[in-house]
């Protein structure tokens, strides 16, 4: 056996006990995620504005950047609910490349996992604390969302780990919106069995433990564009797109049915810019249609304060992301006052 056993890393509770949610916290945190569950179920009409890094990869300029979004936040929060992408977790496609903040605290460092972990928590509470804006990030590892399953009000399941039986049944035993993105193929039907597995209920061996969950009624879908068989890149945004997913809803007959609509990726083909174009667009189809209204409750958008990308240096720029291009922050204020104006 190659692999090296380093040291233990601390248990997950104890990691909570060490850094804590503060009583205030955790009220502002509940309220938070009731009115993010009411608009899932349906009671609530806002629209859900996922927006932020492609990767957290700088507690400070992450904290900067929700702290500029927490202004914006005071002026459309009566029409949005805007919630902080701070992705500590990053999949890579070949398994090289930074794998996120968890991994390296410091990404131009040797990994440091017990330093990682402790720095995502960290900085999620700092953005909570800051802003009052409660958090999204990536479930990439199902057992280490445990060290931040107090903090977060929604997670999603990235094209690559949808397929995953660990992540579904994981997901059926969380409390807040859970998103199932297509896979990198674009098959809508494995997106939708993800989904159906995490509204059931389960029975499995979870962090050594035997564990059952009741199913969560708040898993949904995530559009993201695919990848047909030549490499080339095939946008599911489009009015088509959506018209057939709440057809697909309906047969499926699952519980509150609900997509999120990542505008970057292979939607925008990685063209950064073009997620702009493709909100509106969204927004369009939304408007046109009154189920997609009903279906379509929100956007996923990759935005920084420098826009573009960068690689890993020792002259890096703070603010630009290190992983995929993202809007800058001029961009993605006035597009969220037009998402606002148009929702």
């Not at 927006?51 to 929060?77: F, H, I, M, W």
Request: net charge negative.
């Amino acid at each position: 056996m190659s692999m090296k056993i380093n040291h233990q890393l601390p248990l997950p509770d104890t990691l909570k006990t060490q850094y804590p949610l503060s009583n205030e916290l955790k009220k502002i945190k509940v309220r938070r995620d009731d009115e993010i569950r009411r608009i899932f179920t349906g009671e609530s009409d806002k629209f859900v504005v996922l927006v932020g890094p492609c990767s957290a990869d700088n507690e400070e300029t992450v904290c900067e950047y929700v702290n500029r979004l927490k202004k914006v936040n005071d002026q459309v929060s009566d029409k949005l609910m805007i919630i902080p992408r701070v992705y500590t977790n990053k999949p890579r496609t070949t398994g090289d490349g930074y794998k996120g903040m968890l991994h390296q605290p410091e990404p131009d460092k040797a990994p440091d996992l017990l330093g990682g972990i402790i720095a995502i928590r960290k900085m999620h509470i700092r953005v909570l604390e800051e802003t009052g804006l409660s958090t999204a990030d990536e479930m990439l590892y199902p057992e280490n969302r445990s060290y931040l399953d107090d903090v977060l009000s929604y997670e999603a399941i990235g094209a690559r780990s949808v397929e995953n039986q660990q992540h579904r049944l994981t997901a059926s035993g969380m409390d807040i919106p859970v998103g199932m993105k297509n896979p990198t193929s674009g098959d809508l039907s494995v997106m939708l069995n993800s989904v159906t597995a995490a509204q059931h209920s389960h029975h499995f061996i979870y962090r050594g433990f035997d564990v059952e969950t009741g199913g969560n009624e708040l898993a949904h879908t995530i559009l993201r564009g695919g990848v047909n068989k030549f490499g080339q890149t095939q946008p599911n945004y489009h009015y088509e797109e959506l018209v057939r997913l709440a057809e697909l809803y309906q047969k499926w007959e699952l519980e509150n049915p609900a997509v999120i609509v990542d505008v970057n990726h292979s939607n925008s083909g990685k063209q950064y810019k073009e997620q702009i174009r493709i909100v509106s667009e969204v927004l369009h189809s939304r408007n046109y249609n009154a189920d997609l209204k009903k279906l379509v409750k929100g956007v996923m958008i990759e935005s920084y304060l420098l826009e573009g990308r960068q690689d890993i240096s020792d002259h890096m720029i703070p603010g630009c992301s290190i992983t995929d291009p993202c809007l800058g922050w001029e961009d993605t204020e006035k597009l969220i006052y037009e998402i606002a104006e148009k929702c």
